[in-house]
């Protein structure tokens, strides 16, 4: 968890933290935009449990199952999927691709969506003028 966490820099670590302590993050964010922060993180976690098996092939120079992954996702990239590669590769591969995949389906209906926003109009956008409300401040 610490190894997945370093891996943020800290800024974007603080803002994902931020929406589960900071109150007013807090108060606009579903359940949905928390849990697929949470989402990610185990699917880390279940990528970095990959390793162990891949470790055991690397040792023993077999590399059919990483081939097999390559060709099942290869299948998948040009939209032709086809499971049937993957029926006898390692279970940790699956869960970690099965709930890694989760994460792509419901992203767009979670606030994760914007990471699609290109901020291009903030070049020529007018200055704000932010006061507030109560007068002296
Ligand atoms: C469509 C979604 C995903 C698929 C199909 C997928 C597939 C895979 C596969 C096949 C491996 C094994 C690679 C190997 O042993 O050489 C792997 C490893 C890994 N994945 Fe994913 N993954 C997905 C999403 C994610 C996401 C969202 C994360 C991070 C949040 C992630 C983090 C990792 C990590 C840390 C490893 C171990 C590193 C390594 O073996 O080099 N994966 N993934």
Do not use: C
Request: hydrophobic share 45%; aromatic share 8%.
């Amino acid at each position: 968890m610490s190894a997945v966490i370093t891996l943020f820099p800290s800024s974007r670590r603080q803002n994902a933290l931020n929406g589960m302590s900071n109150e007013r993050v807090k108060a606009i964010s579903r359940l949905r935009d928390t849990s697929i922060i949470l989402l990610i993180v185990v699917t880390a976690g279940l990528g970095l449990n990959t390793i162990f098996d891949s470790y055991h092939h690397a040792s023993q120079k077999d590399v059919s199952e990483m081939l097999l992954l390559s060709e099942y996702l290869k299948s998948v990239a040009t939209l032709r999927a086809n499971a049937s590669l993957i029926e006898n590769v390692g279970i940790a591969y699956k869960v970690h691709m099965l709930v890694g995949m989760t994460i792509f389906l419901i992203f767009p209906f979670t606030r994760l969506v914007h990471v699609w926003s290109v901020p291009v109009t903030y070049l020529k956008r007018p200055y704000q003028i932010v006061r507030s409300k109560i007068s002296g401040r």
